[in-house]
């Protein structure tokens, strides 16, 4: 993006912030709802600053402007931030002050001491925490109620308006009312008449409703207020059609306009609400404040991620065809690039169109990360066509994709010879496959959270003094979120256990900068293993139908039963995959899932 226009839209701003007696504003990532993609309506930090990755908090003062943002998007924002007056400070790293110091560092000589941050996209607790910091940093103030975008962006995009669709039982597996009582249910436990809901895939669930309105991600931009006497949808009368709205009526639900959320909640008639604080927004958490607020987790998102028996149904079926379209790309991918031509986008653009032709594709269910060479060190690296290189028969191609099927959602990452490699990539690659089977093949007692099942995928790189920064799994949603809680596979602690019907990805990696990287993928199903004296066990089955490249493997560096499950995997690979696919793919399926 052109410094000029950054710069028009700083001085801009500026004027506002004079005019309000601001010393700095604040620019998070997300939206009122509080969703890992954002509508373009809402994409403020990237507009301000030019820097387009998921994750970041753009900061502006009157004579400064800086950008922090993780790991991941390090290489990405030095590239976008360059030529404009923001200075990146990386996340995590030693030496970077926080948002709170340097805006502190920053307005020591202001005439003012309040800093702006608008409330309705920033969750309650992120507000908190930045009330409590800025305190400390010599009493600056923290105001809420200002969006200077509304005044600035002149271009500014609207709040999506597309129809919502309803989700079929067949496929939903249980109807609205059902859920509704589960969610009242849960909330008596924790003392609370009611609830707001602002997570737009909780939304989507407990309706049994979808969407078009976020990338990615099959939701409608809506809030559900649950009262002791009525459940509320607050969304665009244009996106709700008569057939959704006798559907909604039906189940008991009510439709108001999106814009009447606030009202909704001080009029909402009932002794106490629960409001998640990582949720709500700190607008409408200050809008309930008149009543008793009981701040707990939302109940909703433990039981959206255990999968009833259609929605496992519907996974195996997502996972059907997007097996047969990995197959028909991975057997077409080696000789095309050998032929010459094929570059990093080019071969994306092929596996798409390979998804598109499956029954039920509705979307991608991420931007896929196709990523040769030293592209594949860069965590969540994404082509474009500045950065786009052809692909030569030699080294690896990582691959991360995946779809939203109608019947489910799948998340899918191989890593792929594309000619000859080297003993350092060969090494890389086998301990990340140990790691990706050895979580695979585990077995562990009910109650056990992903943070104490981690290290099992990590065990044999850090024996080698290697070890990657991200999860190594997160939930999957049912032809929603591809990133679902609350629980997760990771090092940092996350308490929430495991339970039968859980959908969790398998994703072990290892990156060298500016070399290669490796990662490895299934999305796995936890199920019930043995009852014994000692209680109940769990185990992984894999979802994912798609071999792993065996070219790399060194021989023996896997273990005798390391072996024998990437072997039984192929076989239930082939055997299911089969007789779906064309001779020619099906004879390079029969290859590349031969024994070792």
Not at 110 to 138: C, K, Q
Request: contains cysteine; aromatic residues 8%.
């Amino acid at each position: 993006m052109a410094m000029t226009t950054i710069a028009t839209r700083l001085a801009e701003l500026r004027a506002i912030m004079r005019r309000e007696k601001l010393a700095a504003f604040i620019f998070p990532s997300t939206d009122p709802h509080h969703g890992e993609y954002v509508p373009d309506h809402w994409k403020g930090r990237e507009w301000i600053s030019g820097f387009d990755g998921s994750a970041g908090t753009a900061v502006v003062t009157l004579k400064g402007a800086a950008l922090w943002t993780d790991s991941r998007y390090f290489i990405a924002a030095e590239e976008q931030l360059k030529d404009t007056e923001f200075m990146l400070m990386k996340e995590r790293v030693e030496g970077t002050p926080s948002i709170a110091q340097w805006i502190g560092t920053q307005v020591e000589q202001a005439d003012s001491t309040e800093v702006g941050i608008d409330g309705m996209v920033a969750d309650t607790r992120t507000v908190e925490n930045f009330i409590d910091e800025l305190r400390r940093e010599g009493g600056l103030t923290l105001r809420t109620n200002l969006d200077p975008l509304k005044e600035i962006w002149a271009d500014r995009p609207c709040v999506p308006q597309n129809a919502i669709e309803i989700h079929p039982l067949t496929l939903a597996g249980e109807d609205v009312k059902s859920k509704l009582q589960r969610v009242k249910d849960a909330l008596r436990c924790c003392h609370a008449d009611g609830m707001l809901v602002s997570a737009l895939d909780d939304i989507a669930w407990m309706l049994n409703i979808r969407g078009t309105d976020v990338h990615c991600n099959p939701v409608a931009v809506a809030y559900l207020l649950i009262a002791p006497d009525a459940v509320t949808l607050f969304t665009d009368a244009a996106k709700v059609t008569p057939e959704v709205n006798d559907y909604l009526t039906s189940n008991g639900v009510r439709i108001d306009d999106y814009a009447h959320i606030r009202k909704g909640i001080e009029d909402y008639f009932g002794y106490n609400i629960l409001l998640d604080p990582d949720e709500t927004n700190y607008t409408l958490y200050k809008a309930a404040s008149k009543h008793r607020v009981v701040r707990e987790k939302s109940p909703v998102p433990t039981m959206k991620a255990v999968k009833n028996n259609a929605e496992i149904e519907g996974f195996r079926r997502a996972m059907l065809y997007d097996g047969i379209a990995m197959c028909r790309f991975l057997a077409w991918l080696n000789p095309a690039v050998e032929k010459g031509g094929q570059t990093e986008m080019s071969v994306e653009a092929v596996l798409r169109n390979f998804r598109e032709e499956q029954p039920d594709f509705r979307d991608i269910s991420f931007d896929t990360i196709s990523a040769y060479g030293a592209h594949g060190a860069i965590v969540h690296y994404e082509a474009t066509p500045e950065t786009d290189v052809p692909l030569k028969a030699e080294g690896l191609l990582l691959l991360d994709s995946g779809a939203q099927y109608r019947c489910g959602t799948t998340d899918i990452t191989r890593t792929v010879a594309l000619g000859a490699l080297t003993d350092e990539q060969k090494k890389v690659y086998t301990l990340v496959l140990k790691g990706h089977i050895r979580l695979e093949m585990l077995k562990f007692p009910a109650g056990a959270s992903g943070t104490q099942l981690d290290a099992v995928a990590r065990m044999d790189m850090w024996r080698e003094g290697m070890n990657y920064l991200h999860g190594t799994g997160h939930g999957v949603g049912s032809y929603l979120n591809v990133h679902e809680g609350p629980h997760q596979i990771r090092m940092e602690w996350k308490p929430t256990p495991l339970q039968p019907g859980m959908t969790v990805t398998d994703e072990p990696g290892i990156y060298l900068a500016g070399r290669f990287g490796v990662r490895i993928e299934n999305t796995l199903l936890v199920t019930p293993y043995m009852e014994t004296e000692f209680g109940r066990f769990l185990q992984f089955d894999s979802l994912t139908l798609c071999p792993i490249d065996k070219t790399p493997i060194v021989g023996d560096m896997l273990a005798p039963e390391e072996k024998a499950w990437l072997n039984d995997y192929h076989r239930h690979v082939y055997e299911t995959l089969a007789p779906h696919l064309d001779d020619d793919t099906r004879k390079w399926l029969e290859q590349a899932t031969q024994s070792l």
